[in-house]
């Protein structure tokens, strides 16, 4: 750090006691932001359970002294998350749009910020956490990136409990700087001047302390060649961020417009299989076998208490064996087993019921989740469409589609504004106020038994309700093109008949023959 750079931030605390500078502590301080840190509190417990970051356990020893251990769970958060997202959205969906244009410009974009593959890993924590945001920027290279943010990174301004048209994104990174951590924080508002002006704007702050943001420095810090504030005016028409709210009321603040996890409504029921879970591992491990022996049994030196076995009393057990355990007692203590059985199928049962209630509690079918005391494993059952999971993901499809929608239509209004773009070019041209006209296909596989749909749909063919077109198309994915192709290669193969091959004939004698040609 330069003396000049030292100089500044010297002059920049002092600022900031006499209220100069602006200085947050959370940026919930922030007058702009319109949610209380109740909110991104609740955020943060969440956010640890799905970690699997909890705290130790307590107890108190034999000797009645408070010891601690870490907790053995099982991260039912996690597992959740991450099956809900699964069936919801992965690799085989797909984003179509009605105009040819638009279409053959969006694919080219999800291709190559990887959209299906990133969107499942980013859907797992939004659920986790209650909810997600995306934004669309330009690279150095001019093309179009898509930058996600948790839910303790997104924060929503001028809002209602239906749409959010304003928020901050917040990113944390450190430096160490004269052999000292800084933490910096960039906040990027977007703000609306009136139906017309959409303003960006970009703070930085510094601080020596984790939990707290600090005073506001120069954006050219960290970034020089970002600008503070950028107006669009009568440009963009629809905020440039698209975010996801998981299904569901916000029974935590009735008027806040974020979401809630999987964890927010069921955190008693998780800490109930994760105690079970504790106390079973650890009753397997004080139930290993022990055997206790006279402690004169195992140092058989020449004095008492000696480790080291001399000639006449050579040393008669595995050194490397852990099951006995000595003690002090008179002549007639004998070799005793203390071995004790470990009540597996207890544990396993009250696991198994706390299991059930998550279910229950966060919109899985009935024995989506078992335990076999090995570990928590998925249900092989088929889900049908009528049950409680399918219920669930129908929920999430439309918070999915709807999210999908405010994307796409932010990364339109991105290549259609020329000043993104370092040649000044704009990529298409784009009116936000059009029908988007947006389909999203989704994976029903999980849902659907392929073999009995096949079938079905074969049986519709064969009676002349299903073109076989469609039918090569739903079931073996091809494309209309591929699909005509087979067709019509099934029809050179078939025998062709002449209506004329036969013909009848009279004989002179009046006899009538029939003789092919």
Known sequence: MSFLTRLQNLFRKGGAKLGMVKSLVKITDDDRVAIGQSEYDRIQLAKSYYRDD????????????????????????????????????????????ENPEFDKFMKQVIDDNHFN???????????????????????????????????????PLRTNTDNISECAFASRSTR??????????????????????????????????????????????????MEERVEFNSVIKKPLFAYFKTPGANNRDLDSPLGIGVVDNSRNVIDAINYTHDAFVH???MGKRRIAVP???????????????????????????DVYEQFYG?????????????????????????????????????GTFSFDGQGVKTATEVVSENSTTYQTRSSYLTQVELFLNQLVTAILEVASTPEFFSDGQARIKFNADDDLKLSVHFDDGVFVDKDKQRTDELALVSAGVMPKKEYLIRNFGLSEQEADQWVAEVLN??????????????????DTDVEAE
């Open 54 to 97: 909890l705290p130790n356990i307590w107890f108190r020893n034999s000797y009645g002294e408070r010891r601690q251990r870490p907790l053995s769970t099982l991260n039912v958060t996690k597992l959740a998350s991450k099956r809900l997202a699964s069936i919801i959205f992965n690799e085989q969906c797909e984003i179509s749009l």
């Open 117 to 155: 593959l990133q969107f499942e890993q980013h859907l797992e924590t939004g659920i986790a956490l209650g909810g997600l945001a995306a934004r669309p920027y330009v690279d150095d290279q001019n093309n179009i990136r898509i930058a996600w943010a948790n839910a303790d990174q997104f924060y």
């Open 176 to 225: 160490i700087e004269n052999k000292q951590t800084i933490y910096y924080t960039l906040l990027e508002f977007h703000q609306w001047d009136g139906p017309d002006k959409y303003i960006v704007t970009n703070e930085l702050y510094r601080s020596t302390q984790r939990q707290v943001i600090g005073d506001q420095v120069p954006l050219a810090t960290l970034y020089p060649e």
């Open 283 to 285: 009753e397997v491990k």
């Open 295 to 321: 402690a004169e049994m195992l140092r058989p030196g020449a004095s008492y208490g000696n480790d080291e076995p001399d000639e006449a009393h050579p040393r008669v057990f595995d050194s490397d064996m």
């Open 330 to 366: 008179t002549d007639d203590l004998k070799i005793t087993d203390l071995t004790s059985d470990i009540r597996s199928e207890q544990y396993k049962s009250a696991i198994d019921y706390f299991l059930r209630e998550f279910e229950e509690q966060t919109g899985f079918s009935a």
């Open 493 to 510: 193969e078939q025998p062709s008949f002449n209506s004329n091959t036969y013909e009848s004939k009279t004989d002179v004698d009046g």
